[in-house]
Nanobody
Framework: QLQLVESGGGLVQPGGSLRLSCAAS????????IGWFRQAPGKERERVSC?????????YYADSVKGRFTISRDKDKNMVYLQMTSLKPEDTAVYYC??????????????????WGQGTQVTVSS
């Protein structure tokens, strides 16, 4: 069964950090573009970051997170991470990882991603 599972969310104070993890089972993340999306209550889903396949590791960040978030891969562990620093209350959302299986380049459109995790809640509050 092909599956993505996110972990690492939680409650953090403004200015704090979290690292989200995306683990795959049933397929290798290498060779696929992986995106991180988020959705806050009452708001549309937003792509916050994406990393292309390891052969051409281009990265993308939404303007709202640029300079604060870093996406990376661990090929050996079949994992993708989203390191989030200097968190703000407006970063509060459910965060999802998504894979474009077999497609090496990123897309801004969620509909272009084949597999999604169940999401992990990130709450930034004092």
């Amino acid at each position: 069964q092909l599956q993505l599972v996110e972990s690492g969310g939680g409650l953090v104070q403004p200015g704090g950090s979290l690292r989200l993890s995306c683990a795959a089972s049933g397929f290798t993340l290498d060779g696929s573009a992986i995106g991180w999306f988020r959705q806050a209550p009452g708001k549309e889903r937003e792509r916050v970051s994406c990393i292309s396949s390891s052969s051409t590791p281009n990265t993308y960040y939404a303007d709202s997170v640029k300079g604060r978030f870093t996406i990376s891969r661990d090929k050996d562990k079949n994992m993708v991470y989203l390191q989030m620093t200097s968190l703000k209350p407006e970063d509060t959302a459910v965060y999802y990882c998504a894979a474009r299986r077999g497609v090496t380049y990123c897309s801004a459109y969620g509909s272009s991603y084949d597999y999604w995790g169940q999401g992990t809640q990130v709450t930034v509050s004092s």
